[in-house]
């Protein structure tokens, strides 16, 4: 197959991660003879330096053009003090808004060599392996009316829905919960909200669909208390943006470290923006030690969900716990007797497997 990749290198470590990520790719066409092509193009901080904004326009011309994109990570302490739009986070949130992804995939699992490094105890991790499908482009990060009122006296966000945005990400979670354990959590609030209510009768209408997904509904504070609990109940997770993002954001503690999670943004037809869920960690940016193991994991959910390379994916996943097998890792894992390693000599050690 030939397929052809944006890269968006960003900022930090975003080109260390993104070099690793490339390499898992080369190494992949190689063993099955697919000609993946190659573009990088400027995001976030780089571009604002280059090119006075955080999303160039040949950065969204090349985007739209893509059959995936890679996104290392974008912002740092150099561009903080700039105002609201020309911030780097915008050129994140410009693309996803541009290209319509609407669907955020962020899968956690527990690896059996870092139970050890969660802050959670060891026996409540084990075995979980969950998949968190939230809303991308609705809800209120974009609702309007949104503003302060009567001289700053009240105050108001918009928590907006159309129909159409939330039958979508339904049936992009029933499709992912169907080709994983079957099972499908709605997570709602709709005890409270008529958003949530009519969430919650979208899941009903939709689940004659799927007959073989088993389906519950679960408020969200039930949710959030049920992922340090009791995380391995859960296959695929289904929510609003905004509890998506809460959610998401908890459930990251389960795999013990930020540089071991991959995520995706993807529309119906597969054209999708692949990217660690880290930011551009400038503590530690310029110096090779960066775990490139968030980013190969995002290569593997781009293989599966934009090129439907089933095999492919499996392959890059197998090779990275035949890593962490051998104890390899980076500093930010703990390990007990690893082999601390670089971020390159890692990605490279997942390349070779
Ligand atoms: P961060 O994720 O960059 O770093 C948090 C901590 O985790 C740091 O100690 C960092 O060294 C460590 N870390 C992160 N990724 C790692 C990796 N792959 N390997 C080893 N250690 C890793 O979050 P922080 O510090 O809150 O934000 C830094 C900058 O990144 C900010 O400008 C922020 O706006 C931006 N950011 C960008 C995101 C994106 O591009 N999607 C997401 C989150 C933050
Ligand atoms: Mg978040």
Not at 218 to 245: C, H, I, W, Y
Not at 274 to 295: F, R, T
Not at 309 to 335: C, F, G, N, P, W
Request: aromatic share 6%; net charge negative.
């Amino acid at each position: 197959m030939k397929k052809h990749i944006v890269l968006l290198p960003g900022d930090g470590i975003g080109p260390e991660v993104t070099k690793a990520a490339k390499q898992v790719l080369e190494a992949i066409a190689g063993r099955y003879q697919h000609t993946f092509t190659f573009e990088s193009h400027e995001i976030g901080g780089a571009a604002i330096d280059q090119q006075g904004t955080p999303l160039p326009e040949d950065t969204i011309e090349a985007c739209k053009k893509a059959d995936a994109i890679f996104l290392g990570a974008v912002g740092g302490p150099k561009w903080d003090q700039l105002p609201g739009h020309m911030r780097p986070e915008k050129g994140l949130l410009g693309i996803r808004k541009q290209l319509g992804l609407f669907a955020n995939l962020r899968p956690v699992q527990a690896f059996q060599q870092l139970l050890h490094a969660s802050p959670l105890k060891p026996e409540v991790v084990a075995g979980s392996d969950l998949l968190i499908v939230r809303e991308l482009t609705g809800g209120l990060y974009f609702g309007e009316p949104r503003e302060r009122r009567d001289n700053g006296q009240s105050v108001v966000d918009t928590l907006a829905y159309q129909r159409m945005e939330i039958e979508r990400i339904v049936e992009k979670a029933f499709e992912s919960a169907r080709v994983r354990r079957k099972h499908l959590t709605s997570v709602d609030k709709a005890n409270v909200l008529e958003s949530s209510r009519m969430w919650r009768e979208i899941v009903e209408e939709k689940k004659v669909d799927y007959p073989d997904v088993e389906v519950e509904h679960m408020l969200v504070d039930a949710a959030a208390m049920k992922l340090v609990t009791n995380p391995s109940s859960f296959d695929v997770l289904v929510t609003e943006n905004m509890f998506g993002d809460i959610l998401s954001d908890e459930a990251s503690v389960l795999t013990g470290s930020l540089g071991m999670l991959p995520s995706a943004s993807v529309r119906e037809d597969g054209v999708g923006l692949y990217e660690p869920v880290h930011g551009s960690a400038p503590d530690i940016a310029g110096e090779n030690k960066a775990n490139p193991l968030a980013s190969i994991l995002s290569v593997a959910m781009m293989l599966k969900h934009s090129f439907g390379m089933h095999e492919e994916a499996e392959t890059v996943e197998a090779a990275v716990q035949q890593v962490l097998q051998s104890r390899y890792h980076t500093q930010d894992l703990k390990i007990s007797n690893g082999v601390l390693v670089s971020g390159s000599v890692l990605a490279s050690k997942v390349v070779d497997q």
